[in-house]
């Protein structure tokens, strides 16, 4: 019998078309035996596994900016570009996401933390509420624009910075069969230009480990990306990508946002009857 694994990549708001694909999977019961994510894709695992159908769309599109967890306008009252504590603090009480229900389901999953030292990918899950927020926010920490999260006294950032789609994690896991949610368009890959670069070097210049990592992330993400093409044209893997526009990282248009979810629902409804045939 196959063992199935859910891999959800990351993105920023270009994880509003995998909460899509999320609440599909919800609304036609799929379930899968592993789950992992890592960045954006961490809170859609976490939506996932909690059941919490809409849960990252509704943190997402705010119609007042200033209810916003990023941006100019709500640096106003949180003095931070991207505050992750509105996502797993106060959205999580707005929105009705419960942490120990979260915790009771007895999933496998895993979220994808890049250790600053090591400049390595650590895989964590757990069964303990307050923890499992640690981890998500160290998993969506984004480079530049927030500030570590220590757990056991050790600093985390973007888990996609060492393991942007973490589908050998999943094979490692015995999954022979996997659903790759990717956020990006077939062919569609980011460069990091020079200024970028000099600025990651200023910052994290002490953490040489992680600076590497970051420097390299789009070789890492292409051969990734091929990794899992290659999984798909042997029948093992099923990719769910967008084939419209993609949204920015730091999206703040309502109407491209939405449309974007909906469009993640549409494309799982596609491949639902090939998901279904795996068990």
Known sequence: MSKTGLVLEGGGLRGVFTSGVIDCLLDNRINFDYVVGVSAGCCNLYQYVAGNRG???SCVIQKNPFNSFYGVPQMVTSHKFVDLEKVFDEYAEKY???YDEFVKNDMEWEAVLSNIDTGKPEYMSTRDAERSKLIGKASCSMPG?????EIDG???LDGGICDSIPVERALEKGCDKLVIVLTRKKGNFSVMNEPTKLLFR????????????????????KNQVALSE????????????LTMQ????????????TLSYYHGY???KEYLDKINSWK
Do not use: C, M, Q, W
């Not at 993609?246 to 946002?257: I, K």
């Open 55 to 57: 849960y990252f769309r």
């Open 96 to 98: 009705g996401f419960s």
């Open 145 to 149: 624009l927030t500030s570590p999260v």
């Open 154 to 156: 050790k600093l985390y």
């Open 202 to 221: 200023r910052i994290y210049g002490d953490h040489p480990n992680f600076l590497e990592a970051v420097l390299n992330r789009n070789d890492l993400y």
């Open 230 to 241: 290659k999984l798909e044209e042997e029948g093992k893997a099923v990719i769910i990508r």
């Open 246 to 257: 993609e949204v920015g990282r730091l999206e703040s248009n309502e109407d491209e946002l």
């Open 266 to 268: 549409t494309k799982a």
